[in-house]
């Protein structure tokens, strides 16, 4: 029989390996992280209007 601790969801570890990632990170690489990710949601949103605009002009 196994232990009812001994066994971790794939999830729980995959969230404590991003968490000591995040650890290692200094202040200025987690600004730098989230301009670019705030950068690339607004680009890949303009981009994905001006394609539906494209479609509507057709």
Partial sequence: MKKAGGERPQRESELSYLHTIWGYLTWSDKW?????????IIFFASWRNKKRRQKQGE
């Fill in 32 to 40: 730098v992280l989230a301009i670019n990710v705030f950068l690339a």
